[in-house]
């Protein structure tokens, strides 16, 4: 099997053989063997085909590359400090240790040149999708004759494991069907997984399979070099299909004794075996981490080739700029994430009784026409979700201006693509479902929250309140379990004037993803119709004063169930018990409020009761008695399944009272 074309070459590949080698070595953990078998097919593409400027790892134009199969890291942090990242070789001899940038999965906020987080196999694979996604989408929107201002490639290399995986092929069909033809997977078939051949698990016909997806599919000697680049070629050329290139690869190729085997996957070479892949390869034994100056020299080629790939971008869009001034403006206010405040002022304000998803369509009525890059969709649940973007045209592949984007019933893939919408930039992109399928898409929605991606997920259906569909649908214990996310905001507002400000809260978000949790059944206005400055913003504030300086009780509820702490309330003080009702939307953005102000909230030492349909855990943090449903819940009409499990202002009342003894 031939290994590269030239001495050069040859020297190039071993290179970052060598680096990712000892790199796993050095750390006594990792996995040498991708990296060792895939390094001819990512060299060819790093060096013949991928532009990018490692001196601005953020210019706007660069292609992107996503190593899907992140447990092989290394070698793309040995392709990172090579072709002249801002990665230091001492960072590759830190390889997972405490405070590097070159952690055991590739992670966006640690490494210059990393994209996104990928580890959780098959998530960089889906993500990519919403990358390709968006591409497409800024090119048909600002391109214009003679001006290509948005055009780039979407690239990555995938394992058996992402094969296996569902998002996968979640992602895989949407991709074919939408015609994204500028997204390019290498797929380094090794046949090798931990359990040892793939034979004992993966026995489909991968090229058919990709094939009847709609791909372009093409099956190549992935240890070769040149067969590499001739079939990344060929791909680029197809502007219709996504392209799959089936590569053949060995695992830790060189390994005298563990190339092609179980054992070169997850574990260091040892020392004595790592001399003989070193002497087998032509690799000198010392020093470790070994750079040839004629290999770095060639790899280095790509800070001068980005610096003129940028600055010819550079030109074009002043040439365009010229030429198109407004679209220009607006190109260059979307890449910087200023989405003016039109859309603020456009925000609307609520005094009927609406379910929050109702409200929630109106917001996103009003503010989609101040926000043209506003782009996103639904798991086949439009109807349901009311969230699509009225006179606007859906993404189809005849059309890729559509702002409205068909997921199909693929929660997973559709999380990760709007993730990778988010990633790209230049563009706030959403999707919606229903929320108990969060369940079927929280790999990427704690992904989102780990990059630090602020994408927009609209759930609906948020309660027990659906009614009939019965428990099968009913969310009992998402809005908890979602709420442990570090760096998730989930915003469950009470009525259209929160549902307003929470979508505010949502796309201003630069680091923190924002999930909606909106209800079925209608609400009364109940909240300050102050939209800009509402007080949701906060949290939680104080939305029904004590008749007192100091409550008795403090009621706290969210989203449906502040109209029973409203109404609660009322007896509560006609009792002669001062009380204060507290709407708490988002407990991510109430913790992040200072000690004074939760005070004057949720007062130390007053008796709180928390109201909300759903498990209970979240409020002992912030309560002592609980309204809430620790069960599944049942088939029935709305009003039925709610008396029933206890979320009435009678209910309420009498919970309040226990607390105090009365």
Aim: proline share 6%.
């Amino acid at each position: 099997m031939p290994v590269a074309t030239s001495t050069l070459d040859a020297l190039c590949v071993n290179t970052i053989r060598g680096l990712s080698m000892d790199g796993v070595q050095a750390a006594n953990s990792g996995h040498p063997g991708l990296p060792m078998g895939a390094a001819p097919m990512a060299y060819s593409l790093w060096t013949r085909h991928l532009r990018h400027n490692p001196k601005d790892p953020h210019w706007f134009n660069r292609d992107r590359f996503i190593l899907s199969a992140g447990h092989g890291s290394m070698l793309l942090y040995s392709l990172l400090h090579l072709t002249g990242y801002d990665l230091p070789l001492d960072e590759l001899k830190k390889f997972r240790q405490w405070g590097s940038k070159t952690p055991g999965h590739p992670e966006n906020l640690l490494t210059p040149g990393v994209e996104m987080a990928t580890g959780p196999l098959g998530q960089g694979f889906a993500t990519s999708v919403g990358y390709a996604i968006a591409e497409a989408h800024l090119a048909a929107i600002f391109n214009k004759p003679g001006h290509d201002v948005i055009d780039h490639y979407t690239y990555g290399i995938c394992s058996d494991g992402d094969m296996m995986e569902g998002v996968t092929s979640e992602a895989a069909s949407l991709a074919g069907h939408l015609g994204l033809g500028k997204l390019i997977f290498l797929y380094d078939s090794n046949g090798i997984t931990i359990d040892g051949s793939t034979d004992i698990t993966f026995t489909e016909d991968i090229e058919m399979r990709f094939k009847a997806y709609g791909w372009h599919v093409q099956k190549i000697d992935g240890m070769d070099i040149d067969a590499v680049d001739r079939a990344l070629t060929e791909a680029e050329k197809i502007k219709d299909k996504p392209s799959f290139i089936i590569a053949r690869t060995i695992i830790g190729y060189g390994s005298p004794h563990r190339e092609g085997t179980p054992e070169v996957h997850g574990k260091a070479l040892g020392a004595d075996e790592l001399k003989l892949a070193k002497e087998a390869l032509g690799i000198p034994l010392e020093p470790t981490f070994y750079e040839p100056e004629d290999a770095v020299s060639h790899f280095r080629e790509a800070v001068s080739n980005g610096a003129k790939w940028q600055e010819e971008w550079n030109a074009k869009l002043a040439a365009y700029t010229q030429d198109y001034p407004a679209e220009a403006k607006l190109l260059k206010a979307s890449i910087a994430g200023d989405w003016g405040t039109a859309w603020i002022d456009a925000l609307p304000t609520f005094t009927d009784k609406l379910a929050t998803r109702k409200s929630a369509e109106a917001v996103m009525d009003a503010i989609m026409p101040h926000l043209p890059t506003f782009i996103g969709g639904s798991a086949d649940l439009w109807e349901s979700n009311m969230t699509h973007l009225k006179d606007a045209k859906q993404f189809q592949p005849e059309s890729h201006e559509g702002r409205n984007l068909a997921f199909g019933i693929r929660e997973h893939a559709m999380v990760a693509a709007v993730n990778g919408i988010t990633r790209h930039g230049g563009l706030r992109a959403f999707g919606s479902t229903f929320l108990i399928f969060s369940d079927y898409c929280r790999p990427s929605l704690r992904l989102a929250a780990l990059m630090e991606c602020p994408s927009i997920i609209v759930f609906t259906h948020d309660s027990i309140g659906l009614g009939e569909d019965g428990p099968t649908h009913q969310s009992i214990e998402q809005l908890t379990s979602l709420r442990v996310i570090p760096n998730m905001n989930v915003l469950r507002p009470a009525d259209g004037n929160e549902a307003s400000a929470c979508w505010k809260i949502a796309v201003e978000s630069t680091e923190t993803p924002c999930l909606f949790a909106l209800s079925r059944q209608a609400l009364p206005a109940l909240t300050p119709d102050t939209v800009k400055n509402h007080p949701a913003e906060k949290g939680g504030y104080v939305l029904r004063p004590a008749s007192k300086a100091k409550p008795d009780c403090v009621l706290v509820a969210t989203g449906s169930e502040v109209q029973h702490a409203v109404a609660a309330k009322d007896t509560l003080e006609a009792e002669g018990i001062s009380t204060q009702v507290v709407s708490m939307p988002s407990t991510f953005l109430y913790d992040k409020q200072s000690a004074a102000y939760k005070e004057s909230v949720l007062p130390k030492g007053v008796p709180t009761v928390s109201i909300e349909a759903g498990a209970t855990l979240g409020w002992y943090k912030y309560a002592q008695a609980f309204v809430g449903i620790d069960h599944f819940g049942a088939s029935a009409p709305t009003e039925v399944v709610m008396k029933e499990f206890g979320f009435t202002p009678e209910n309420v009342v009498a919970v309040a009272k226990k607390l105090l003894g009365r």
